[in-house]
């Protein structure tokens, strides 16, 4: 398979347009039936054969020897749940009860105390990134005071603040939640990328932000080019796209921080929704472990939050995942929604990042329903999560699924 060098790319918009010509085209259509138009315009035209499933190279990925890290970690199948009343409130969040949610988490999940958890996971020399979700800052996002509670566990088993990165693609994003040095003192803040915000929504003509004198992406030397996920799915040509994604083609590069400096990852998503599936564990790391990801969206979506975890620098470096429930968001996900969270007061705990997300699926499916939002529960929406099962990579199954309440 060979790699397509690098190339400047054209106008987005010009895909956006045509889809929102079907649809606009779609919706006269129906109002030609309703209208009385002759019935030559609402004859229903035999819809096409859906497009091939594009190739990827997760088999090559899948070759790779595994470790005692391995997805699905040291717990497969097993999922905690940790609920306080007492955690979050309009006022913000209480700390000291965060870090006991936390405490009761890792006992329930490996059956040892806080302290002694530590050594499951972790070697004193590590690196360990925290990745968390920065979307939605303020309201949404990963809240700081559980990141503290992980943080605090990692120093108190010996590993320095130096060694803790607390870490998502983008940077401004980070800053945005308020993951910054003066709130984390000693503890490296990192965005595999930057992107000028103004430029990307055409508000600035000023390029160079994020555009090198070579026309390259100022954010280009913090990906991995010899570690990649390839779909065989063009990216778009624009700048906006460029500015957003890095790279264009068909390669979805690795950054750097986790091939080359992170030894384990510890995943901090947030409980939320995604249409009628979840923004949750796997796509937290799915879609912000690389680069050049908009392109994949309609093609494969919620299958590359499946493959990329196939991937060594995933599977065998994230050993925990805490899905933070304190509030979450059951619709208008990923994006914030106030008006659709709640305090829900809960942490989950889990190895295997597949189980999670399937266990905590069918819980904002039974929250939107007790809210009457409108339900889509088609299979498609979570088998990702089932195909990771088929590859080895976690649980999938509810009746395999171990589901504690601590």
């Known amino acids: 398979m060979k790699k397509s060098g690098y190339r400047s790319i054209e106008l987005e918009s010009k895909l956006e347009r045509r889809d929102f010509l079907k649809i606009g085209g779609g919706s006269l259509l129906g109002a030609g039936l309703l209208l009385g138009r002759p019935p030559l315009w609402g004859q229903?035209?035999?819809?096409?054969?859906p497009p091939a499933r594009p190739k990827t190279n997760v088999d090559e990925a899948l070759k790779a020897p595994r470790t005692k890290f391995s997805l699905p970690g040291l717990?497969?199948?097993?999922?905690?749940?940790?609920?306080?009343?007492?955690?979050?409130?309009?006022?913000?969040?209480?700390?000291?009860?965060?870090?006991?949610?936390?405490?009761?988490?890792m006992a329930a999940l490996t059956g040892r105390s806080?302290?002694?958890?530590?050594?499951?996971?972790?070697?004193?020399?590590?690196?360990?990134?925290?990745?968390?979700?920065?979307v939605g800052a303020g309201l949404i996002s990963t809240r700081l005071e559980v990141v503290d509670a992980v943080i605090a566990w990692l120093r108190r088993g010996g590993i320095p603040a130096a060694n803790i990165v607390i870490w998502d693609r983008f940077d401004y994003m980070l800053a945005d939640a308020g993951f910054t040095p003066a709130r984390f003192p000693g503890v490296a803040i990192e965005g595999l990328q930057t992107m000028d915000e103004a430029a990307a929504e055409g508000k600035s003509q000023d390029?160079?932000?994020?555009?090198?004198?070579?026309?390259?992406?100022?954010?280009?030397?913090?990906?991995?080019l010899?570690?990649?996920y390839f779909a065989d799915v063009d990216?778009?040509?624009?700048?906006?796209?460029?500015?957003?994604?890095?790279?264009?083609?068909?390669?979805?590069?690795?950054?750097?921080?986790?091939?080359?400096?992170?030894?384990k990852i510890i995943n901090?998503?947030?409980?939320?929704n995604t249409g009628n599936g979840v923004s949750m564990a796997t796509k937290n790391l799915g879609y912000g472990a690389v680069c050049n990801t908009n392109r994949l969206h309609r093609p494969l979506f919620f299958d590359v939050c499946t493959e990329v975890l196939a991937f060594p620098v995933l599977r065998d470096k994230l050993v925990l995942n805490v899905t933070d429930g304190l509030r979450a968001q059951y619709d208008g996900g990923p994006g914030p929604l106030a008006q659709a969270t709640w305090f829900l007061n809960t942490l989950y705990f889990a190895s295997d990042p597949f189980a999670l997300d399937m266990t905590c699926h069918n819980l904002i499916?039974?929250?939107?329903?007790?809210?009457?939002?409108?339900?889509?529960?088609?299979?498609?929406?979570?088998?990702?999560?089932r195909y990771a099962e088929r590859l080895g990579l976690g649980v999938a199954d509810p009746a395999k699924i171990t589901f504690v309440q601590a």
């Open 44 to 49: 229903e035209t035999a819809k096409p054969e």
């Open 75 to 105: 717990f497969p199948g097993r999922v905690v749940a940790v609920r306080d009343e007492r955690a979050m409130n309009e006022k913000g969040v209480d700390g000291k009860v965060a870090a006991a949610m936390f405490a009761r988490g």
């Open 114 to 134: 806080l302290a002694d958890s530590f050594s499951l996971f972790f070697a004193k020399e590590d690196v360990v990134g925290i990745k968390v979700n920065p």
């Open 207 to 224: 390029d160079s932000r994020w555009l090198d004198p070579d026309g390259r992406h100022v954010s280009e030397k913090n990906f991995d």
């Open 226 to 228: 010899d570690c990649y």
């Open 235 to 263: 990216a778009p040509k624009d700048k906006p796209y460029l500015n957003q994604h890095v790279f264009n083609g068909k390669y979805s590069y690795f950054g750097k921080l986790l091939t080359k400096k992170l030894t």
């Open 268 to 272: 901090v998503p947030v409980f939320k």
């Open 365 to 385: 499916v039974r929250k939107r329903k007790e809210m009457q939002v409108q339900v889509n529960e088609h299979p498609k929406y979570s088998e990702y999560l």
